[in-house]
T-cell receptor, first 109, second 117 residues
Framework: GQQVMQIPQYQHVQEGEDFTTYCNSS?????IQWYKQRPGGHPVFLIQ?????EVKKQKRLTFQFGEAKKNSSLHITATQTTDVGTYFC?????????FGKGTTLSVSS | NAGVTQTPKFQVLKTGQSMTLQCAQD?????MSWYRQDPGMGLRLIHY???????DQGEVPNGYNVSRSTTEDFPLRLLSAAPSQTSVYFC????????????????FGNGTRLTVT
């Protein structure tokens, strides 16, 4: 079945450093979604990418969808302690949404 | 709107016991799903439903049953609890899925933390 792989599994940065997480699918995706889960919380939707090569920005967060629609990335510029949490990508498999294992970001001030 | 409501928040079961995790949404969402979250394993799909009367298996369905008699409710039943089912369970819903090539954003409940001893 479809697999969505995410790397790295963990990342620790100093406040102010940049952070990137990568998502790769074994099959072509019709779209990809990104979610953030704060420690002890539930996943919250961040953004959806649909078009090949699409780039979207939300303040310090930049999301990209690969030209072949099989990979995606999330880049955070100048991390802050509020960015702490686990970031998940999710791709459509049939009707259901399959999640990657997530990247857990920790930030020290 | 309350969104997606899960009950209970915490539950401890003994091996072999059965129980039902409740999930209700008040957004008239067609699509509902159950995920389990284990350390290092991300969110794994257990079962999902694209509308009342329709359910399907996800990645890890064994040991769980679901039904969808109404649009609002999607309970998850553990038939005979095992320690391997110790996990955090999330219910999630979204608007419209059938026939669409895109997914609407998932709205998650606050989760149920289940421990099986």
């Amino acid at each position: 079945g479809q697999q969505v792989m995410q790397i790295p599994q963990y990342q620790h940065v100093q406040e102010g450093e940049d952070f990137t997480t990568y998502c790769n699918s074994s099959t072509t995706l019709s779209n990809i979604q990104w979610y953030k889960q704060r420690p002890g919380g539930h996943p919250v939707f961040l953004i959806q990418l649909v078009k090949s090569g699409e780039v979207k920005k939300q303040k310090r967060l930049t999301f990209q969808f690969g030209e072949a629609k099989k990979n995606s990335s999330l880049h955070i510029t100048a991390t802050q302690t509020t960015d702490v949490g686990t970031y998940f990508c999710a791709g459509k498999a049939g009707t259901a949404l399959i999640f990657g294992k997530g990247t857990t970001l920790s930030v020290s001030s | 709107n309350a969104g997606v409501t899960q009950t209970p928040k915490f539950q401890v079961l003994k091996t072999g016991q059965s129980m039902t995790l409740q999930c209700a949404q008040d957004m008239n969402h067609e699509y509902m799903s159950w995920y389990r979250q284990d350390p290092g394993m991300g969110l794994r799909l257990i079962h999902y439903s694209v509308g009342a009367g329709i359910t399907d298996q996800g990645e890890v369905p064994n040991g769980y049953n679901v039904s969808r008699s109404t649009t609002e409710d999607f309970p998850l039943r553990l038939l005979s609890a095992a320690p391997s089912q110790t996990s955090v369970y999330f219910c999630a819903s979204s608007y419209g899925a059938t026939g669409s090539s895109y997914n609407s954003p998932l709205h998650f409940g606050n989760g149920t933390r289940l421990t099986v001893t």
